[in-house]
């Protein structure tokens, strides 16, 4: 994950200048509009699941392990229910973890990196040393302390990977932050009497906000990823919450059998995390005037 | 504030590091209402410290000790919140890099207002209208396009128009100018001294003009302070330090200015 950070960090100045602003715009709107796509076929999925899916979730009448046919498209699982379903209503699982576990890493870890880059130095360096080893706890253990405390659910899923996730968020804003701070436009609004809270608000989010907004579109993805494998290790949704990393567990047994069961929820997941990538990668030319062409 | 106590009041400003060497030592000057004074040194003498002092921006782990009595009100160990009612009201900086003075995600206007709906309180259209006004004054063509560009889409001449306009939205009375014009042409720059010292003149504003220029120097202010490793040694009016300096650094300063002026008159 720490190479996400130094990557996302390097990109924010140094690679401007001698790229054109037209072609690098129409590059990266072609990617943001396929991320826009791919992200939008999971979104519309997981709304359609709310109101409509083909059979009940825990509906057992199909047969067991069946091939794709035009009552189950997507075949049937073990227990005889319909896949497709499962996988719409992942679809709204999958997403549900993304921007839960986005909010909190975003909320905490923001606060705790703006925190640590206005604070004294010995402050600093405490809260730096702690992300230091929340960076490296991994978070699948992480996670498996709140399950033991908590009991395996959604939402400890959702705050372990988003605890996890606000480490990393809080480092990269500090980095950022700090390099604002030493700007001398920082030192101009604060000669023009503008406060500290001013500052935050006008010059330091708005500066640090196209980098730190393609990194917690990659960190969604991360997220989805994450989830998915506390699902498939049991850590993660309990059963009947059809998961798409339980999904995949759950077909792994049967794979000779009935390959699509674990083929359709991969697929699922590579669409979606390819999905939010491209659209970090567009996003970054939206959020920052300096890179659109002049008008 | 009575009118016999001047605008600014320097005594005895001592700049620290955070390992307690001093930067700056034992500096001492008055700038009184519609007064100019130039502050002269080579880089690291303490003219850009003395000047941070002054409206209480010191970079991270200095400090500063001393006297520095800015409007009435002592800026030395002063609390962040009563700086902010003095900064860009009463004394407003201009600094070196134009380029780097502005934020670069923000629209020039919006910059502008911030000062102006701080201190005085605007909004909307008159707001519109005191930024179109700050950018008009600074002789900016198309005031209007000027406040919806961003800081890379215009000139580095315009963008320290535009950084003057920022610096004296609030009609301060105190202009602190940082070598504003070092980082810029040679043609600009003679362009921007004179606005600056048009402005400060229309609006009778007290001048701290710091630089390691003596011509530019000479040019804007007729007394001034040469400092040398943090401390003063020399001040007097412009005319007797470039007709008769005594300080062994400044007779040096004269002499390899005029050096300069003269490989000119040769060519």
Redesign the interface.
Known sequence: MSAIVDEAAGQSGETRPEETGATRTRRHSVTLTIGLILLGIVVVVAVVSLFWVPFAPGDTSGERLEHPDATHWLGTDKLGRDLLTQLMIGARIALTVGVGSVAIGAVIGITLGLLAAFAAAWLDDTISAALDILIAFPTLLLAMLIVAAQGASLGTAIIAIGLAMSAVVARLTRVLAKRVLSQQYVTAARTSGTGWFGVIGRHILPNIWPTLSVNLALQFGIAVLAEASLSYLGLGAPPPNASWGRLLQEAQGTVAVAPVGAIAPGVALVVLVIGVNLLADGLRDVADPTRKRSR | MSDDTPLLDVRGLRVASRTGAPLVQDVSFTVGTGERLGLIGESGSGKSLTSFAV?G?LPDGLSASGSVVLGGMQVVGAR??EL??????I???V?Q?PL???????RLGK?VA??LR??LGLRGAALRDAVHGALDEVRLPDPERIARA?P??ISGGQRQRV?IA??L??RPRLLIADEPTTALDVTVQAEILALIDTLVAERDMALVFVSHDLAVVSRMTDTAVVLRHGRVVERGPMTRLLSAPTDPYTIELVRSARRLDAALEVS
């Not at chain 2, 902010?84 to 009201?89: D, E, I, K, L």
């Not at chain 2, 780097?100 to 923000?106: E, I, K, N, Q, V």
């Open positions: 409206t921006l962040e919140r902010v009612t003095v900064r860009g009201n004394a407003s900086v600094f890099e780097t003075a502005l934020d670069p995600l923000m910059q911030e000062p701080r201190h961003y890379h889409e950084a920022a610096a939205a609030c």
